[in-house]
Structures are given as structure tokens and as C-alpha cells.
């Protein structure tokens, strides 16, 4: 019961993450003052992520996520330096799929906010075994390497695109 008064205390905000076209629900006690266009650091499930404050929700959501914290200077430093190292990294990744002749097209790279992974999201019409293309990026950028697999609508929301579907 306790919880429940608690979580009742608790301010619910929209934060969008930086790096992708999500929207999520997050909580926060009240400990920091937010307003709409902070940016804060959230659990994702890929680990933290940079994200602005979008609103706050008036309703209950069934599943909380917590703000960490509002983001430093050093946060949002780090998050402009990591959209360069993105750039390169797509690079690299390009090329190596081109040397295992991999039927698959690269979408997108991101690092995340704490540098322990890499993401590589691509759309190909079957699947594709990439698993020496995985040891290869983890020999070039020493660190974990994730590559997902989105289909083409994931695709044009992840380049910011917008059809007639809206």
C-alpha cells in the first residue's frame, strides 16, 4: 500500500529518446525539477539513453520506468561526440557487409549513452547469418556489438520519414 501513495506522489512525464522516433512514460518523484525540453537520462532497454522531456501524462501508467537523473553538460558533450563516432561507424559497418557479400541494407548505427554497445539496425527481405560480420565489428570497435533486424516501416521512422499512412 505503501508503493501505491508513493507512485500516486510521483509525477509521470513524456520523454522521447534522442536517438530514436520513441515515446515512452517515465516517472519521477518529484526530487528534480523538470520541464518540458529537459534532457534527462532514462533506462531503455538497451541500456541509459539521452531523452528530452516531451510533457507530463495525467494518467496511471501500468508500466513506470524511472528517470535517472537530468542530463550534465558532460551528458549531452558525450551525446554530440558519439553522433560523430555514429557516423563512422556506419562507415565501417557498410564496408563489411559489402566484404561478406551480405544481402542486407544498414539503416542506422548508434552507440549508447554509456558506450558499452554498439546497435546496427537493417532491413533484408530473408534472413541473414551475420555472425562473422558480428566478430569482425567486435575486433574493429572492441566493445559489444548488437545488430537488429527492422522491417521498412521501422525503417523510414528511424530516418525520420513520414508517408501518406502518416
Known amino acids: 500500500m505503501a508503493e501505491q501513495t508513493e507512485s500516486a506522489k510521483a509525477t509521470l512525464y513524456h520523454v522521447k529518446i534522442l536517438h530514436s ?24 532497454r ?4 539521452l531523452g528530452k ?15 535517472c ?23 565501417i559497418c557498410r564496408e563489411k557487409i ?8 544498414l539503416v542506422s548505427a548508434h552507440y549508447c549513452i554509456d558506450e558499452k554497445k554498439i546497435l546496427f539496425y537493417f532491413t533484408a527481405e530473408n534472413r541473414v547469418d551475420f555472425r562473422q ?3 569482425d565489428l567486435v575486433g574493429i570497435f572492441k ?6 533486424q527492422i522491417g521498412v ?9 513520414m508517408g501518406v499512412c502518416g
Not at 559489402?98 to 541494407?105: I, R, S, T, W
Not at 516501416?153 to 520519414?161: F, I, N, P, S, T
Open 21 to 44: 522516433s520513441a515515446t515512452d512514460v517515465y516517472s519521477q518523484d518529484g526530487s528534480l525539477d523538470l520541464a518540458v525540453g529537459d534532457l534527462v537520462l532514462v533506462p531503455t
Open 46 to 49: 538497451y541500456g541509459p539513453e
Open 53 to 67: 522531456i516531451k510533457g507530463t501524462v495525467m494518467r496511471n501508467a501500468s508500466k513506470e520506468q524511472h528517470i
Open 69 to 91: 537523473r537530468k542530463a550534465t553538460q558532460a551528458d549531452c558533450e558525450r551525446y554530440e561526440l558519439q553522433q560523430s563516432k555514429e557516423a563512422s561507424a556506419f562507415q
Open 98 to 105: 559489402l566484404e561478406h557479400n551480405l544481402d542486407m541494407k
Open 133 to 135: 560480420l558480428v566478430k
Open 143 to 148: 566493445t559489444r556489438i548488437e545488430l537488429r
Open 153 to 161: 516501416r521501422d525503417e523510414a521512422r528511424v530516418l525520420g520519414g
